[in-house]
């Protein structure tokens, strides 16, 4: 069966996670009225979440039912695991504060939406996705099963590929070419390097 202590540190960890969420969600409600919203994309997202969920509470209450997912790994690289999870419960935190009223979890355009391009908005287009990124690579990580690792991970990464295009469609229609220049000069889960040659440094 899996240790003890690292169930009680997954519940911990998503604990403090859905707290965060759910008081962001509610504040995020009270915004004003929405322009558009594409809400055919949220059916493939509910059945992610419903399965993340129901493999959780697998995971927490009945492990023996997917032991057979599990790895030998040692104790330091699953409170790794913990670690990469609370960077990214600070990271979510971080993306939150700066979004402000323009979070939502449907794509949608609001009448008095702005382009974000502070905080971590100003090196990367979509650094809520990367902090989904973050966590799933830490619950891997802390539970030690490669079935929750490959099937998280793997549907985590379907949704970003049929979500994003579409986000960023969206924005473009809305903002044209003040959202084309920030696009641009970002990476879209990670920063862009950019590579400057010796020219370009020259004054005028």
Same mark, same amino acid.
């Given at each position: 069966m899996t240790d003890p202590q690292f169930r009680v540190s997954l +519940? *911990?960890?998503y604990s403090l996670f859905s707290i965060m969420r759910l008081n962001f969600s509610r504040l995020a409600r009270k915004n004003t009225k929405t322009i558009y919203s594409d809400r055919n994309e949220f059916n493939l997202l509910k059945i992610l979440i $419903?399965?993340? $969920? @129901?493999?959780f509470f697998i995971y927490i209450f009945f492990p023996e039912w997917i032991d057979w997912g599990n790895l030998a790994f040692i104790p330091w690289v699953r409170w790794t695991g913990l670690g990469i999870g609370f960077l990214s419960l600070v990271l979510f935190l971080w993306v939150h504060l700066t979004l402000g009223n323009n979070f939502s979890e449907l794509l949608r355009i609001r009448n008095n939406q702005s382009i974000v391009v502070d905080g971590p908005y100003r090196y990367v287009r979509h650094p809520m996705y990367t902090a989904f +990124? $973050? @966590? /799933?690579?830490?619950?891997?990580? @802390?539970s030690a099963?490669?079935?929750i690792g490959l099937s998280w991970n793997l549907g985590l990464i379907l949704i970003l590929i049929e979500r994003i295009p579409r986000e960023e469609t969206m924005l473009l229609e809305r903002f044209g070419g003040i959202y084309k220049h920030y696009l641009l000069r970002t990476g879209i889960l990670f920063p862009? *390097? /950019?590579f400057s040659r010796p020219e370009d440094k020259r004054e005028y």
């Open positions: +519940i *911990i960890l $419903v399965f993340e $969920v @129901l493999t +990124i $973050v @966590l /799933h690579i830490g619950v891997f990580l @802390l099963n490669w079935f862009k *390097i /950019h």
